[in-house]
């Protein structure tokens, strides 16, 4: 898809659609995902923080718990 493309069909003029495929450049999360949403594809954001364990605290406190529970009790 050229640029000129891309611009028709967010309706906005050839250099903004330049500056948006621009690596180079900052865009707004909204920008992209509708240059995205154009092109049928679909965002999605995740954060992650490598200093925590797998799990997130409550997976973990939830499933402490339901080890708990199929233990027999003494």
Known sequence: MTVADLAARLDIDWQQAARLIDPRRA???TSLAAALGALNCQTQVSV???DLDSANPFEQAMLED???ASSPAL
Do not use: E, Q
């Open 27 to 29: 865009s707004k999360l």
């Open 48 to 50: 992650y923080d490598p």
């Open 66 to 68: 339901a080890n708990d």
